[in-house]
């Protein structure tokens, strides 16, 4: 499975971003789905995952009542709805897949997109 994530940028605090994960493979559609980020000299951190269904998510507890991950099988496709933004959501964000939706080592990895977001 080959991800691509999309719609970093740059955004103001208080602001709102969307992240989309595209799915190279049909077959895409049977695999749980993660967010995750990197913010400079950090670890790379859980922001969000999503069943395959899209019946069952969870949340960093950072994250949750801003963010909500969605997926749409039919494109192949999930989001990552980002509100209230703040300067410490400024990270590399990343999205991942795998057949656990509870994994701790998730098996396919797309590229980052950089969120900044300023004071």
């Known amino acids: 499975v080959q991800l691509q994530a999309s719609g970093g940028g740059l955004v103001q605090a208080g602001g709102s971003l969307r992240l989309s994960c595209a799915a190279s493979?049909?077959?895409?559609?049977?695999?749980?789905v993660g967010w995750f980020r990197q913010a400079p000299g950090k670890e790379r951190e859980f922001v969000a995952a999503?069943?395959?269904?899209?019946?069952?998510?969870r949340y960093a507890d950072s994250v949750k009542g801003r963010f909500a991950i969605s997926r749409d099988n039919a494109k192949n496709t999930a989001y990552l709805q980002m509100n209230s933004l703040e300067p410490e959501d400024t990270a590399v964000y990343y999205c991942?897949?795998?057949?656990?939706?509870?994994?701790?080592?998730?098996?396919?990895w797309g590229q980052g997109t950089l969120v900044t977001v300023s004071s």
């Open positions: 991942a897949a795998d057949r656990d939706f509870i994994s701790e080592t998730w098996a396919y």
């Open positions: 493979r049909r077959n895409s559609r049977t695999y749980a």
């Open positions: 999503i069943s395959w269904t899209g019946g069952s998510t």
